[in-house]
């Protein structure tokens, strides 16, 4: 009887933890390739946090923003967090996207080099390896040389992979600098490389990493959206104040060995200079930056505004829902 009784508790705990897995609500949400930050890009979606709002938020990884953009705009996805340099591309042109939020407006992003190369004006005439045009690795890279007042079409910028592929390429002497996560600068020395420029000594102005949505779900679906950025804001501060969770989330969903000091670096980074914002705030300035930035480098038209991809209501709602727990 004794073992009887255990079985149907048994059966009654796992009923019960069916029942509560089915009546959250499934989120799709996007995220680049996970690295040594992804503790920060995932903790929002573990337990404790996504489905104390009701939610099932599903963190699905793509090699480059320009990925995610698509999913997004094409219903694949509900939002991804990403460099806004694309959707802000992609709506100068009609795509009904908003950014709802900047939990990273930090850029924790560099330029790796071979150390024969001390500056950026040394660059003219070589090749820097980007990824697809109007992402942050592309337009990164471009920032960069225009702020040591060289001419765009004084460097050749080729398509060249993923982070880790860029800088494969470079210490193979195939191209001769890529952008990357500053995260690999513990991994650059091994590859006969160093690290030339950092973003925040050069380009400060620029934002790592804004959360998109498309604007029908705004519009549609506000408590939807609501739940899920307060989900976010609850995970990103648990993040920032838990550094061994998160190292510890890092390396699970990077794959990354013991060894590899990379989710460290990037966290004493975020730390050190306040790259991470749970707030989420939207800096218009910045935005107005980039937007200028998009328009020297060609990919859009001078003149668009960026207050009209950006949509704080959502944000507020969210705060509501953290303020009535």
């Known amino acids: 009887m004794k073992m009887l009784a255990g079985l149907t508790v048994t059966a009654v705990l796992a009923t019960t933890a069916l029942a509560h897995a089915q009546s959250l609500e499934p989120f799709r949400y996007g995220t680049v390739a996970t690295k040594g930050d992804a503790g920060f890009v995932y903790m929002a979606a573990e337990d404790g946090f996504d489905d104390s709002f009701g939610l099932d938020i599903d963190v699905q990884s793509f090699k480059g923003d320009s990925i995610l953009l698509r999913g997004l705009l094409a219903g694949e996805l509900d939002a991804y967090i990403g460099n806004p340099g694309g959707p802000m591309i992609a709506a100068s042109k009609g795509a009904d996207i908003k950014i709802i939020g900047c939990p990273w407006p930090g850029l924790t992003y560099a330029l790796f080099t071979k150390p024969d ?8 005439g070589g090749t820097i390896g980007v990824s697809a045009p109007g992402s942050l690795p592309d337009l990164f890279s471009r920032a960069v040389v225009k702020s040591a007042g060289i001419p765009l079409e004084d ?93 510890a989330l890092s390396y699970e969903k990077a794959e990354l060995p013991e060894t590899d000091q990379a989710p460290v670096l990037i966290y004493e980074e975020v730390i050190e200079n306040n790259a991470v914002n749970p707030e989420m705030t939207v800096e218009i300035d910045k935005l107005e930056w980039l937007s200028g930035l998009l328009a020297e480098t060609g990919n859009m038209d001078a003149g668009y505004d960026p207050t009209a991809i950006v949509d704080t209501s959502v944000l507020e709602n969210a705060k509501a829902l953290l303020a009535a727990q």
């Open 117 to 124: 190369i001390t500056s950026v004006e040394q660059l003219v």
């Open 155 to 247: 460097v050749n910028f080729t398509v060249a992979g993923s982070d880790a592929e860029r800088v494969a390429a470079v210490s193979a002497d195939l191209i001769t600098a890529a952008p990357s996560s500053s995260e690999f600068n513990a991994k650059a020395p091994d590859l006969g490389l160093h690290m030339l420029v950092h973003a925040r000594d050069v380009v400060p102005e620029y934002v790592r990493f804004c959360i998109m949505t498309r604007g029908d779900i705004v519009r549609d679906r506000p408590e939807y959206i609501a739940n899920f950025l307060a989900a976010q804001i609850k995970g990103f501060s648990y993040a920032l104040e838990n550094k061994d969770a998160t190292l």
